[in-house]
Structures are given as C-alpha cells and as structure tokens.
C-alpha cells in the first residue's frame, strides 16, 4: 500500500488504442496472483485501493452497535500490449466472498478468469471457484507451482475442484512470463471453443458444432 | 508528479468530489478509456478535477490507471470523469467499440495476440 506510483510518470496508451480486455487473476491471498501480473505486465503492478462499506450480515443482534463496516481493500491490475490497437488489462480479484460487491463490479466486462491455485492450500480456492461459478463467468484453473508444493495428477487435482470436464487446468509458474501466457492462452482458447452460452448448466451434453475437440484433453501438461 | 506524498490524504476521498458519491451517469467502467478533449482547461476546475485533467493531458489511460495514478478510490474517479466529460474536458470511451463487442473475433484477435508475446 506504501508503494503507490503517485510520483512517478505515467506510462500511458499508446494513441491507437482502440479495444482494452479484461481478463480476471483470481484466487486466495498469497497464491500469486500480483506475481503473475508482475511477469505479463509491461508496467510494475499499479492498485486502486478500494473502500468497502459492508452493512453487517451476520450480527444483526448488536442493535444500535456500529451497523457498517469499512474495509480498504488493494486492487493490484497490470497491462500488456497485445496489438497496436488491443491492450490486454489483468486484474487481480481477491477470492473472498465477503468482497463480492467488488468482486461484481471489477468482473463487469471481463473475458474471463485465469483462477490461481495453490496445491498446498487447495481448499482456499473453494470460495473463489464457488464465487466464479455463480457469477457464470467462464475460467481456467491455473496450478502455480510452488517449489515444495505436492504434485498432483490432473484427475486427482479435478476431483478435489470439483471442475467440470471442460474447464482446462493447465500448470503454471506465475514468476515466469512463457509460462504465465501458456496459462492465458489455455483460458483464451477455452473461450472461443467453449462459449457459456453454448454450455448452459442442464443441456445434457449439448453436440461440439465448431469441431475443435479440446475440452477434456486440456489437462496437466499446458504449463510449459 | 512534483513529489506529491503517497501517504495517507489528508483530504478524505470524497471531498474530491465535493461530496457527491455518484457520477452524473453510470456507464464508466475500469477500463473506460480516457483522452484529452484538447484546449485549455477550464480555470474553474477543482482541484482534484484538475489533477485528472492534467494526467490524462500526457495521453490516454483507463480510468483505472488514472485512479491509481492520482491515488484516488475507482467510484470518486467516475464521478471526476464524469465532471470532466460533462464540461468538454475529457473523452471516455467505452473499452470495446460497440461493433467488436459480440464479435468473436476478439477473442481471436487476443489468442494471436498473446502467441505473438509469447
């Protein structure tokens, strides 16, 4: 929060910039989110802080006790330059429920979500899978790898997500630029062969038209 | 960008808008991309106002850079934007022109893309 740009200048657009994407980092603190963001950006990581006013949820008893609460929260996003004309923004998008009202306004445009997972705490991206799923936003499952963090096999790592078959889970490492557009591409890719509205929840397996047969075959080996 | 501290402000952020909490209108987004109008500002600007004036001035932006560059919460730089732009000041455009937005070649266009940096 201390490390603000304020002082330094501005790196702008280029001035034919015509189209700016979004594409969400998601995941629990501490799973790399901003490192990613670090390897892709061609700016240092910039941040909004964001202030969250919260009426009080589950403590309705406290009658006449302080019924708000406020919480700042950083917004780390970075930019990469696809095209002369395309700017790519990533966002990273804190997992937690209770930063849904931020999590709705931030997702609002979005291509989709790149969902960074730890192997080591797998059960922190549960919320921001859950999250991701309500919201019908179609995302990729990234595995960063940690150095000391358990390998898992593909099927297993699926199990515990709980991911539809489609969803592609690729490897990556998030300090590594290759890797981390391996990872983007995986999502990207995802999206033009697996449109949402091609995949709404209860259509029993509705025919591939466009003839690319990736879905279930994106497994494991998309990291390098 | 002359040594403003990147401490804690000392005017509360919704002060920069002279307390008002919601744009004239509600269409910008993060990534609205913000340009110059060109000219001389206005001399009545406030001064936060004219803070976003003079950073956009350089060359464009998203209005999410801008907020992070003028250490700025995203709903005050909306508001801001929206002044700027009511008073011919600033452009905002929407991220997607309208003719790519249900074009699937835009996500073509960002997959040829992200190979091409790979």
């Known amino acids: 929060m201390d490390s603000a740009p304020s002082d330094n200048a501005a790196t702008y657009l280029g001035s034919n910039t015509q ?97 960074l997972v730890d192997t ?28 000391d963090a358990p390998r898992h096999e593909p099927e297993v790592l699926r199990d515990h997500l709980d991911l539809d078959p489609r969803t592609p889970l690729v490897t990556c490492d998030a300090r590594d630029a290759g890797s981390a557009v391996d990872a983007l591409i995986a999502l990207v890719t995802h999206l033009l062969t697996d449109p949402p509205d091609a995949a709404p929840e209860a259509v029993p397996d509705a025919a591939p038209e466009a003839g690319l047969p990736s879905g279930t075959a994106t497994a494991g080996d998309g990291g390098r | 960008m002359s040594g403003r501290r990147s401490e804690r402000r000392l005017v509360p952020a919704y002060m920069a808008t002279g307390g008002r909490a919601a744009p004239s209108r509600n269409t910008f987004d993060r990534l609205t991309l913000l340009s110059a109008a060109g000219g001389p500002l206005p001399g009545r600007l406030a001064p936060a106002q004219r803070r976003l004036a003079e950073l956009v001035n350089g060359g464009p932006l998203s209005l999410a850079e801008a907020a992070a560059y003028l250490v700025l919460p995203v709903s005050v730089v909306r508001v801001l934007v929206a002044d700027l732009v009511d008073l011919g000041v600033l452009h905002a455009r929407a991220p997607v022109p309208r003719a790519e937005q249900h074009d699937p070649r835009l996500l073509e266009r960002v997959l040829s893309g992200l190979r091409a940096i790979r």
Do not use: C
Request: proline share 4%; net charge negative; glycine share 8%.
């Open chain 1, 120 to 147: 080591r705490r797998l059960g922190d991206s549960f919320e921001v899978i859950d999250l991701i799923e309500e919201s019908g936003m179609p995302y990729a499952v990234a595995v960063n790898t940690f150095d």
């Open chain 1, 19 to 115: 189209t700016l994407v979004k594409v969400l980092v998601a995941g629990p603190f501490g799973v790399g989110k901003t490192t990613f963001i670090r390897a892709l950006s061609e700016t240092a990581p910039l941040h909004t802080e964001e202030t969250m006013t919260q009426a009080s949820a589950s403590v309705d008893s406290l009658i006449g006790v302080r019924d708000k609460v406020t919480t700042t929260v950083a917004m780390d996003f970075g930019r990469r330059t696809l095209t002369d004309d395309l700017v790519l923004y990533l966002f990273g998008t804190p997992g937690q429920r209770r930063f849904k009202p931020l999590w709705e306004d931030v997702s609002r445009g979005a291509l989709g979500a790149l969902v």
